[in-house]
C-alpha cells in the first residue's frame, strides 16, 4: 500500500528557506518520513520571494513588510501554487508552520511587528482550509 503524501512547510524539514535564510527544523516532523511520504514547500518561494527577505506580518486581508512594503501578491501567487501541488499530488493533509503569514493556523502575528498573537490564519492555511485540506501545525505533534 502506498505511503500517504502530506505536505509540509520546507522550514519544518530544515530546509533554510525562512525569512531570514534559516530553517525551523522539527525533529518530531521529520520523524514522520518513515510512515509518510512528505512534501516540502515553501509558499512564500512558490509566491517569487528571495531569501533573505524582510520579515512580514498579516494586516487585516493584507501582508506587509516590517518597512510597510505590501507583499500580498507574492503570498497569495504562493498559496495558488501549494494548492496546485496538492491537487497534482492528491494531498489531502498539510502540516504548516505556525505563527507565519503564510503558514500559521488559528494564531498569527497581529501585523505590529511586537510579537503580539491574534487569531487568524496565514495566507496559504486559508486557501488550503478552503479547499478542505485538513491544516496541521508542528505544535499538533
Known amino acids: 500500500m502506498e505511503k500517504e503524501k502530506i505536505l509540509v512547510s520546507a522550514c519544518l524539514l530544515g530546509i533554510r528557506c525562512k525569512y531570514d535564510g534559516t ?49 500580498t501578491k507574492y503570498f497569495e501567487k504562493g498559496a495558488k501554487e501549494v494548492l496546485k501541488i496538492c491537487k497534482i499530488l492528491k494531498i489531502k493533509k498539510a502540516i504548516l508552520k505556525q505563527k507565519s503569514p503564510s503558514c500559521g493556523c488559528g494564531k498569527i502575528y497581529d ?31
Not at 119 to 131: E, M, Q, R, S
Not at 133 to 138: A, F, G, H, Q, W
Open 111 to 141: 501585523g505590529t511587528f511586537s510579537g503580539k498573537l491574534i487569531k487568524g490564519d496565514g495566507v496559504t492555511a486559508k486557501v488550503l482550509k478552503k479547499a478542505k485540506i485538513k491544516v496541521l501545525t508542528e505544535e499538533d505533534f
Open 23 to 71: 530553517s525551523n527544523k522539527n525533529e518530531r516532523i521529520l520523524k514522520l518520513a518513515k510512515d509518510f511520504i512528505l512534501i516540502p514547500v515553501c509558499p512564500e518561494i512558490l509566491g517569487g520571494l528571495p531569501i533573505p527577505r524582510e520579515p512580514a506580518e498579516r494586516k487585516g486581508k493584507r501582508v506587509i513588510t516590517k518597512s510597510g512594503k505590501d507583499v
